[in-house]
């Protein structure tokens, strides 16, 4: 399995960035794939996922909710984050994960710098 997460850059507070996780070896649609981020100097911390199958149900950190958006596409078996109205705390590096056969794979960091 191979993650690629991309979208990743310098952005005014109350922009907007996209991030995005293509995957290989996958079919996205199966399996549960979302989102953590490391902030400099603290633990990596959940964001966002979305479950697999016909569910499709998305699930929020509460730092995020209502400004970052996760989405599917199944056809480019891709994964989405919509991040608007971006915080200076959003600044992280932003990893990709994929939850299959009791595993977790990870994608590279993309890295978020959120600065006037």
């Known amino acids: 399995v191979q993650l690629q997460a991309s979208g990743g850059g310098l952005v005014q507070p109350g922009g907007s960035l996209r991030l995005s996780c293509s995957a290989s070896?996958?079919?996205?649609?199966?399996?549960?794939i979302g989102w953590f981020r490391q902030a400099p100097g603290k633990e990596r911390e959940w964001v966002s996922c979305?479950?697999?199958?016909?569910?499709?149900?998305?699930y929020y950190a509460d730092s995020v909710k209502g400004r970052f958006t996760i989405s599917r596409d199944n056809d480019k078996n891709t994964v989405y984050l919509q991040m608007n109205s971006l915080k200076p705390e959003d600044t992280a590096v932003y990893y990709c994960?994929?939850?299959?056969?009791?595993?977790?794979?990870w994608g590279q960091g993309t890295l978020v710098t959120v600065s006037s």
């Open positions: 979305i479950v697999g199958g016909s569910d499709g149900s998305t």
């Open positions: 070896g996958f079919t996205l649609a199966n399996y549960a």
């Open positions: 994960f994929l939850s299959a056969n009791a595993k977790i794979y």
